[in-house]
């Protein structure tokens, strides 16, 4: 495959991935307004818990749906044997993790990349929603001194 085929295809991908993130929080956002609203009464720490699970689960669901279809496009190019090994390499890579013991061939080694950058831009956006969330759920400083 040659250099800008890859990158336009992990571009591609890239964004797809990206759309699928930001899908997610855009809808995650709403809807946990709407929950904290229900559990306004609750006790702090069930409505935390509560929240915080919910958010962290669709993140989750969110970076799944990301690294299988990473793996499905590594299995799709051929560039490796089996699906288990698609896997476990979109996996590594996401999460940059890259143990190193799976490598790409010339050919899709810049494709390779965007799977990388993809997991940098949306573990950051799901850092940034994560602490926005616990921010807003902590006591202020004021309140936990009345505790």
Partial sequence: MTAASQIL???????LCALVHVGAVAMLVPFLTRVADRLERT????RTLIITSLNVLTLLV?????V???ALAF??????????????????TYTTLGYGDLLLGPGLRIFGTFAAITG????????????GV??????????YDDQ
């Fill in 68 to 70: 299988w279809s990473w």
């Fill in 9 to 15: 295809l992990g571009s591609a991908l890239l964004t």
């Fill in 43 to 46: 006790e702090s720490r069930l």
């Fill in 134 to 143: 616990i921010v807003r759920l902590l006591p202020s400083v004021d309140e």
């Fill in 120 to 131: 940098l831009l949306t573990f950051g956006i799901s850092t940034a929603l994560l602490m």
């Fill in 75 to 92: 299995f799709a190019m051929r560039a490796f044997d089996d699906f288990p090994t698609s896997f476990y390499f979109a996996t590594a």
């Fill in 62 to 66: 969110a970076h799944t749906i990301q």
